[in-house]
T-cell receptor, first 110, second 113 residues
Framework: QKEVEQNSGPLSVPEGAIASLNCTYS??????FFWYRQYSGKSPELIMF????GDKEDGRFTAQLNKASQYVSLLIRDSQPSDSATYLC??????????FGAGTTVTVRA | DAEITQSPRHKITETGRQVTLACHQT?????MFWYRQDLGHGLRLIHY???????NKGEVSDGYSVSRSNTEDLPLTLESAASSQTSVYFC????????????FGPGTRLTVL
């Protein structure tokens, strides 16, 4: 079983809709979780991190964490064409190492 | 502004040649990482370092080596390039304490013919 799994996508949503991205992880002891956005041909950039169960909101982005279910999600509200990218879920392993999922590609249709 | 740079940005080489990819960061971060990114696999850790003279193997280290002689640089060497090493390579760095966020360089696209 892979350490971090994401819904494979691609995900296509109309402009203004909510995009929902899911991620599950295998290590029940994991404490820190990150969402990176990667535009085509570019490097990953951090958009959200979450450490505690529940929701964390930052602008149009909401990260949700459920440690009991080993599940973390990212919601993008009022999706814009500029949100079209690949979103990588990352889980802190130990010793400053992160484990990344394969990514979910989101396309926002104008 | 602090940043991470990688060079070259694009490289084409032949099977069997030695190739070195450069990574330079001005964040003054102790932790540095090398990843490769392939379709369907996401980012996979090749090697990492927690400071000068420290290097460690990641999950896909075979055929790669690194050395850390100063805080700013972590060059990645492919000893004898293979076609299976055709990939996009990213360097990243993070602080030695506190948040675990990693900052990424722009990447190097390597093609081995």
């Amino acid at each position: 079983q892979k350490e971090v799994e994401q819904n494979s996508g691609p995900l296509s949503v109309p402009e203004g809709a909510i995009a929902s991205l899911n991620c599950t992880y295998s290590d029940r002891g994991s404490q820190s979780f990150f969402w990176y956005r990667q535009y085509s041909g570019k490097s990953p950039e951090l958009i959200m991190f979450i450490y505690s169960n529940g929701d964390k909101e930052d602008g149009r982005f909401t990260a949700q964490l459920n440690k009991a279910s080993q599940y973390v999600s990212l919601l993008i509200r009022d999706s814009q064409p500029s949100d079209s990218a690949t979103y990588l879920c990352a889980v802190y392993l130990n010793d400053y190492k992160l484990s990344f999922g394969a990514g979910t590609t989101v396309t926002v249709r104008a | 502004d602090a940043e991470i740079t990688q060079s070259p940005r694009h490289k084409i080489t032949e099977t069997g040649r030695q190739v070195t990819l450069a990574c330079h960061q001005t964040w003054n971060h102790n932790n540095m990482f090398w990843y490769r990114q392939d379709l369907g696999h996401g980012l996979r850790l090749i090697h990492y370092s927690y400071g000068v003279q420290d290097t460690n193997k990641g999950e896909v280290s075979d055929g790669y080596s690194v050395s850390r002689s100063n805080t700013e640089d972590l060059p990645l060497t492919l000893e004898s390039a293979a076609s299976s090493q055709t990939s996009v390579y990213f360097c990243a760095s993070s602080e030695a304490s506190g948040a675990y966020e990693q900052f990424f360089g722009p990447g190097t696209r390597l093609t081995v013919l």
